[in-house]
C-alpha cells in the first residue's frame, strides 16, 4: 500500500517570557508543529537570521520591548514570511481589535482561549501562508480568484465605506482603513499620514509593519519626498523601487511604493489635502496597475471623509478638554500649596507610561488625565478641600467622593474613552486597600496605577502647610517602601528611573 504524501510540519518561533506559561504553549504545538522557544526579543532576532519560522507567537509584555513593537518588526520584513499570531494576559496594553488591524494574524487572552482554538488558527495560517503567491497579491488576483466582476469589488467598497463613516474614533477609522487596504492590496507595510497642526509637515498617525521608533520619528515637510509631494499635488505618486526615489522612511524596503492623498472627491474645503496614505511591501513585489491605482483612490476618499468628520469631533473635544485643565489650575491657584501640583501630576505620569512601553500618542492622553485627575475636587467644599489640618473622618469622607466626580464629569468626552478608570481608580492601592472601590493589582487599569504614583511622589516634593517638601531622594524611598503595597512596582520603578537621569531639581 503506498505511502500517503505527508502533511509539511510548520515552524513556530514562541516569544514569551514566562517559563511556565511558555513550556505550556510548547505542548500545545508540539503535535502538529516543530518549535522554537525563547523569553526574549533580542534571543528570538538573533534566531530569525539563521532559522526559518512560518507562525510566531508573541507575547505583548516582554522584557525590553513591548510585543506590539515586535509584531511591527516582524510584519516590517516580508522576506521572513512570518504570520504573527498575540497570546497576552494584558488586554489593556494592546485591544485585540488594534491588534489585528495592525497585522497579527489572530489574538488570544491567556486563561480564556482552547488548545484547540490555537491549534486550528495555526494551520489556518499556515495554510495561507502556503497559497500566498494567489492569497495575497492584490486586488486583480481577488478578482480572478472569486470570480469577482468589478461590480462585486464595487459592493465590497460600498460595504466598507458604511463601515468606516459609522466608527466613533479616529483611531478606529484608521485601523478599519489600513486593516482593508492590506486585504485588498496584498501590502505588509501601510501607514496613514496626516497634517501636523502648524500644516507644515505630515506625521505618521497609524501603520502596519513600521518599528515604532520610525512611526515616531517620521516628519515629512509637505513637497519633499513622495509623500509631502504627493500631498501637495493632491495626486497619487508611486514607484517601482524606493531606492530610486527615496520615501518617508528607511530605503532599505525593495519593491513598488505608493503615495495615496487624503482628499474628498467632489473636492470640499477647497480640495486641500489632509494627509497621505503610503503604501508598500506587496507579497508578489507587482508594481500597482492602473485599475488598482483607481481603487485605492476610492479607498482613500471614503477615508478622507471619516477622517475629516473624526478631526472636526476632536477639535470640539480638545476644546472642552482644554476648559476643564483651565479649570483645574483655577481650582488649584486658590491654594498656594497645590498650584501646578495637576500639570506636573501629568507630567510625570506621561514619562513613566512611556518608560512602560506606551507610545508618544498614548503618553499624551495619560498626560491630560494626569492633568484632569483630580476635577472631582471642584464639588468638594472649600472648608474641607482648603482645610490646612488634618481632616476628621467625616471630612475624609466627604474628599474620597472626588474620583466619582471625576469621571461623571470626563464621562461625556470620547477623548477619553477607554481611561475613564484613571479618574475612578487613581486612588486604589495595589493592594486593594484604595478606594472607592477596593480593587488591587491588574484589575485596576494600568493608567491609574501611573497617575497614582505621580500623583503621590509631587505630593511628597510639594510644600505642604503642615510640613516642607520633601527631598526626592526620601519621596523615592518611601515609594520604594510601598511597592508592591500601595504602589504597582513597575509603575515606581518607571519614575525613579526618569528622576535618576533628570537634573536635580526634577
Known amino acids: 500500500m503506498p505511502l500517503t504524501e505527508e502533511k509539511r510540519r510548520g515552524s513556530v518561533l514562541i516569544i514569551e517570557d514566562e517559563e511556565q506559561?511558555?513550556?505550556?504553549?510548547?505542548?500545545?504545538?508540539?503535535?502538529?508543529?516543530?518549535?522554537?522557544?525563547?523569553?526574549?526579543?533580542?534571543?528570538?532576532?538573533?534566531?530569525?537570521?539563521?532559522?526559518n519560522f512560518d507562525i510566531a507567537l508573541v507575547d505583548l509584555r516582554l522584557p525590553g520591548t513591548p510585543g506590539r513593537e515586535i509584531v511591527g518588526a516582524l510584519l516590517g520584513k516580508p522576506s521572513l514570511g512570518i504570520t504573527p499570531i498575540v497570546i497576552t494576559g494584558f488586554g489593556g496594553d494592546w485591544h485585540r481589535d488594534a491588534a489585528l488591524a495592525g497585522g497579527a494574524f489572530a489574538y488570544f487572552t491567556k486563561g480564556s482561549f482552547a488548545p484547540g482554538d490555537l491549534v486550528a488558527s495555526m494551520r489556518k495560517a499556515l495554510s495561507e501562508k502556503e497559497n500566498r503567491p494567489c492569497d495575497r497579491c492584490g486586488i486583480v488576483a481577488e478578482m480572478k480568484r472569486e470570480h469577482e466582476t468589478g461590480a462585486a469589488m464595487l459592493q465590497k467598497l460600498y460595504e466598507f465605506t458604511n463601515e468606516i463613516i459609522s466608527l466613533d474614533s479616529l483611531g478606529s477609522v484608521l485601523d478599519a482603513a489600513i486593516s482593508f487596504l492590506k486585504k485588498v492590496t496584498g501590502c505588509a507595510r501601510i501607514s496613514i499620514m496626516l497634517l501636523s497642526?502648524?500644516?507644515?509637515?505630515?506625521?505618521?498617525?497609524?501603520?502596519?509593519?513600521?518599528?515604532?521608533?520610525?512611526?515616531?520619528?517620521?516628519?515629512?515637510?509637505?513637497?519633499?519626498?513622495?509623500?509631502?509631494?504627493?500631498?501637495?499635488?493632491?495626486?497619487?505618486?508611486?514607484?517601482?523601487?524606493?531606492?530610486?526615489?527615496?520615501?518617508?522612511?528607511?530605503?532599505?524596503?525593495?519593491?513598488?511604493?505608493?503615495?495615496?492623498?487624503?482628499?474628498?472627491?467632489?473636492?470640499?474645503?477647497?480640495?486641500?489635502?489632509?494627509?497621505v496614505i503610503n503604501l508598500t511591501g506587496r507579497i508578489d513585489g507587482r508594481v500597482f496597475t492602473q485599475n488598482e491605482r483607481q481603487f485605492i483612490r476610492?479607498?482613500?476618499?471614503?477615508?478622507?471623509?471619516?477622517?475629516?468628520?473624526?478631526?472636526?469631533?476632536?477639535?470640539?473635544?480638545k476644546s472642552s478638554i482644554d476648559t476643564l485643565v483651565l479649570l483645574a489650575n483655577v481650582m488649584e491657584a486658590r491654594d498656594k500649596y497645590t498650584q501646578g501640583h495637576s500639570v506636573r501630576v501629568g507630567s510625570y505620569a506621561s514619562k513613566i507610561a512611556r518608560r512602560l512601553g506606551?507610545?508618544?500618542?498614548?503618553?499624551?492622553?495619560?498626560?491630560?488625565?494626569?492633568?484632569?485627575?483630580?476635577?472631582?475636587?471642584?464639588?468638594?467644599?472649600?472648608?474641607?478641600?482648603?482645610?490646612?489640618?488634618?481632616l476628621?473622618?467625616?471630612?475624609?469622607?466627604?474628599?474620597?467622593?472626588?474620583?466619582?466626580?471625576?469621571?461623571?464629569?470626563?464621562?461625556?468626552?470620547?477623548?477619553?474613552?477607554?481611561?475613564?478608570?484613571?479618574?475612578?481608580?487613581?486612588?486604589?492601592?495595589?493592594?486593594?486597600?484604595?478606594?472607592?472601590?477596593?480593587?488591587?493589582?491588574?484589575?485596576?487599569?494600568?493608567?491609574?496605577?501611573?497617575?497614582?504614583?505621580?500623583?503621590?511622589?509631587?505630593?511628597?516634593?510639594?510644600?505642604?502647610?503642615?510640613?516642607?517638601a520633601m527631598p526626592r531622594e526620601k519621596a523615592l524611598s518611601i515609594l520604594f517602601e510601598q511597592r508592591g503595597r500601595q504602589f504597582d512596582p513597575r509603575c515606581v520603578d518607571a519614575l525613579a528611573e526618569f528622576i535618576s537621569r533628570s537634573p536635580q531639581n526634577a
Open 197 to 275: 497642526e502648524d500644516g507644515n509637515h505630515l506625521a505618521i498617525k497609524k501603520a502596519i509593519g513600521l518599528e515604532r521608533d520610525v512611526i515616531e520619528s517620521t516628519h515629512v515637510k509637505v513637497g519633499d519626498k513622495i509623500a509631502g509631494k504627493a500631498f501637495k499635488q493632491g495626486r497619487i505618486i508611486s514607484s517601482r523601487r524606493i531606492e530610486h526615489d527615496g520615501t518617508y522612511a528607511s530605503k532599505k524596503m525593495k519593491g513598488p511604493f505608493m503615495s495615496v492623498p487624503l482628499v474628498e472627491i467632489p473636492c470640499t474645503n477647497d480640495g486641500k489635502p489632509i494627509g
Open 21 to 51: 506559561f511558555r513550556r505550556y504553549l510548547e505542548k500545545v504545538v508540539r503535535e502538529e508543529f516543530d518549535f522554537t522557544s525563547t523569553g526574549r526579543w533580542s534571543e528570538a532576532a538573533s534566531l530569525l537570521e539563521t532559522h
Open 358 to 390: 506606551f507610545s508618544k500618542e498614548e503618553s499624551g492622553e495619560i498626560k491630560y488625565a494626569g492633568q484632569l485627575h483630580d476635577i472631582g475636587k471642584i464639588e468638594i467644599p472649600d472648608a474641607i478641600l482648603l482645610k490646612p489640618d488634618r
Open 298 to 317: 476610492f479607498i482613500a476618499n471614503s477615508t478622507s471623509i471619516a477622517v475629516k468628520n473624526e478631526l472636526r469631533k476632536e477639535a470640539l473635544e
Open 392 to 468: 476628621t473622618r467625616t471630612e475624609y469622607e466627604v474628599m474620597k467622593r472626588h474620583p466619582l466626580t471625576s469621571k461623571r464629569i470626563v464621562d461625556h468626552i470620547a477623548f477619553f474613552g477607554n481611561m475613564k478608570g484613571l479618574f475612578l481608580h487613581h486612588h486604589e492601592h495595589y493592594d486593594g486597600s484604595g478606594y472607592p472601590d477596593g480593587i488591587q493589582g491588574d484589575k485596576i487599569e494600568l493608567g491609574a496605577r501611573i497617575i497614582a504614583v505621580a500623583d503621590a511622589y509631587d505630593a511628597m516634593t510639594s510644600e505642604r502647610p503642615y510640613r516642607n
